[in-house]
Each structure stands twice: as structure tokens, then as C-alpha cells.
């Protein structure tokens, strides 16, 4: 029959496996955000070189779209430097060593022998999970709290960029209906 220790120790091994592969997921949307970014970086810029022509800088339109070019850039700005506080370096914490787990597997069997000739019991399998199931629980509670502060920083960046594009499209917006009239 299964203990509680067998159960414990296999959900606890679960979620050191997933915190683990949530490191990957930071990386994984980096591609999302990066083409995002190009996409608006490329509006404004085109409007940026459109509007440096002496004939096109017209009063309020001109004004407008100076102050959404720069309300696009540090919304950009924001967005990357939280990506790249969710990319910083963090040292996750693992489990022993394989050799250090069969060192230690090795001396409970030794220690579970010597108690055995002097009549006493030890379980040395239980002692062994008791260890895992402790180390594994550590080293999931502190990489979940790095996870957790990346995926804070992701998120932050995810907004950033939604920004970013909603006053990208603002401004395309006001650009073309400035010039609409002028080309029909």
C-alpha cells in the first residue's frame, strides 16, 4: 500500500519538473514580443520620415503625431526593459547531485545494516524519501518564486506592447485621416 510519504514524494517531484520547465516559457514569447515591437518600431518610423518633410510639418497634426511617436518609443522602452528583467540571470536551486544521492543511499543501507545487528529497525528506503521529498520541496519554492517574478516582468512587458500598439494605431490612424482628404 502507498504512503502518504510515496504520494507526497511524487506530486512534489511533479512540481519541481514544471518550475523547471517554466524557465522556458520567458524564452518561448520572446518572438512574440520582438514582432511586435518591429511592427511598430516600422510605423513609426515611416510616419517619423514622412513628417520630416518641410511641407508636411502642418500645426496640430504634425504635433499630434510627434507627441504619439514619442508615447509609442517609451512604451517600447518600458516593455523591453521589463523583458530583460524577465531574461536576467537567476540561479535556480536543483536537487543533490546524482553521486551525492547514491553516496547518501549508500550510507542509510550501511546505516540501516548496523542497526539491524544490534536488533534495532531503520528503514532506510523511507529515510531516503524523506530526504528527496525535502530537498525537492526547497528547490520548488524557490524557483517558483523566481518564476513567479519572471512572469510578473512578462506580463508587464505583454502590457507595455499592448500599449504601445494601441497608440501605434492612433497614430496611423490620425496620419491617414490627415491625408485622406488630399488623395481623393
Keep these: 500500500m502507498a504512503s502518504a510519504l510515496d504520494h507526497i514524494e511524487k506530486t512534489l517531484t511533479d512540481a519541481y519538473r514544471k518550475e523547471l520547465d517554466q524557465e522556458e516559457n520567458v524564452w518561448r514569447s520572446l518572438a512574440f514580443f520582438a514582432t511586435a515591437i518591429s511592427f511598430q518600431i516600422a510605423a513609426a518610423s515611416q510616419i517619423a520620415q514622412l513628417l520630416a518633410k518641410p511641407e508636411n510639418k502642418l500645426g496640430g497634426v504634425w504635433w499630434d503625431t510627434v507627441a504619439f511617436i514619442c508615447v509609442v ?26 553521486p551525492a544521492w547514491l553516496a547518501f ?80
Design 73 to 98: 518609443s517609451l512604451l517600447v522602452l518600458v516593455a523591453i526593459a521589463f523583458l530583460a528583467m524577465s531574461i536576467a540571470p537567476a540561479e535556480f536551486t536543483y536537487v543533490a547531485d546524482e
Design 105 to 184: 543511499a549508500r550510507g542509510l543501507e550501511r546505516h540501516e545494516q548496523n542497526i539491524a545487528r544490534a536488533g534495532g529497525q531503520f528503514d532506510s528506503v523511507r529515510a531516503l524519501k524523506t530526504a528527496l521529498a525535502e530537498q525537492v520541496a526547497e528547490a520548488t519554492h524557490a524557483n517558483r518564486q523566481i518564476n513567479q517574478r519572471r512572469a510578473q516582468y512578462r506580463t508587464m512587458a505583454g502590457l507595455a506592447v499592448l500599449a504601445s500598439a494601441l497608440f501605434t494605431m492612433m497614430l496611423v490612424v490620425r496620419v491617414m485621416l490627415h491625408y485622406m482628404p488630399t488623395v481623393y
